[in-house]
T-cell receptor
Framework: NAGVTQTPKFQVLKTGQSMTLQCAQD?????MSWYRQDPGMGLRLIHY???????DQGEVPNGYNVSRSTTEDFPLRLLSAAPSQTSVYFC?????????????FGPGTRLTVL | GQQVMQIPQYQHVQEGEDFTTYCNSS?????IQWYKQRPGGHPVFLIQ?????EVKKQKRLTFQFGEAKKNSSLHITATQTTDVGTYFC????????????FGKGTLLTVNP
């Protein structure tokens, strides 16, 4: 059981470039989510999904797209990177969004946008 | 939107002293969760509280959920250097709202 995996671990982009952060879980969890963590700001929800084919916006969705074609994968796409998107990105999953929903976090992706 | 305020932002203690962090929500919560993040690591789930007035203990850690289900606290007795990290609360409003809202966290440092 690998849990929640994220790739890459580190990434440097130039302003305007696009990229996809990968997230996968092997626990058959329904609920998956993306957070960004900035110093002093805690974890802010970007997008989440309650099951394959269903996604919704979180607190800070602008500049990011997601899709959920399978239960296992939940990629996060940056359409046109901006310096304000420099952050640490965490993917998380849980069995269900509404009942006992301990969230399992991946190791994170540290993104720098120049 | 829903806001979760957490205080203090930082706390430095001597090893053996107690530590408490507090969490307040602007709305009633269906449950509240607590996570710990070690420096350079990812958040790790500690506990979930669901019932009004609930108190749960994990060794030296005591978690409380307020009667109105709008506030919570985490108390650590006799801190150890292994307790170092940032402690986050996260609230879920419930119903059809699946957005978990995190507080900004309390960074605990422990002087040996």
């Amino acid at each position: 059981n690998a849990g929640v995996t994220q790739t890459p671990k580190f990434q440097v982009l130039k302003t305007g470039q696009s990229m996809t952060l990968q997230c996968a879980q092997d626990m058959n969890h329904e609920y998956m989510s993306w957070y960004r963590q900035d110093p002093g700001m805690g974890l802010r929800l970007i997008h989440y999904s309650v099951g394959a084919g269903i996604t919704d916006q979180g607190e800070v969705p602008n500049g990011y797209n997601v899709s959920r074609s399978t239960t296992e994968d939940f990629p996060l796409r940056l359409l046109s990177a901006a310096p304000s998107q420099t952050s640490v990105y965490f993917c998380a999953s849980s069995y269900s969004p509404s009942s006992y929903n301990e969230q399992f976090f991946g190791p994170g992706t540290r993104l720098t946008v120049l | 939107g829903q806001q979760v305020m957490q205080i203090p932002q930082y706390q430095h203690v001597q090893e053996g002293e107690d530590f408490t962090t507090y969490c307040n929500s602007s709305t009633t919560l269906s449950n509240i969760q607590w996570y710990k993040q070690r420096p350079g690591g990812h958040p790790v789930f500690l506990i979930q509280l669901v019932k009004s007035g609930e108190v749960k203990k994990q060794k030296r850690l005591t978690f409380q959920f307020g009667e109105a289900k709008k506030n919570s606290s985490l108390h650590i007795t006799a801190t150890q250097t292994t307790d170092v990290g940032t402690y986050f609360c996260a609230g879920l409003r419930g119903g059809s709202n699946y957005k978990l809202t995190f507080g900004k966290g309390t960074l605990l440092t422990v002087n040996p």
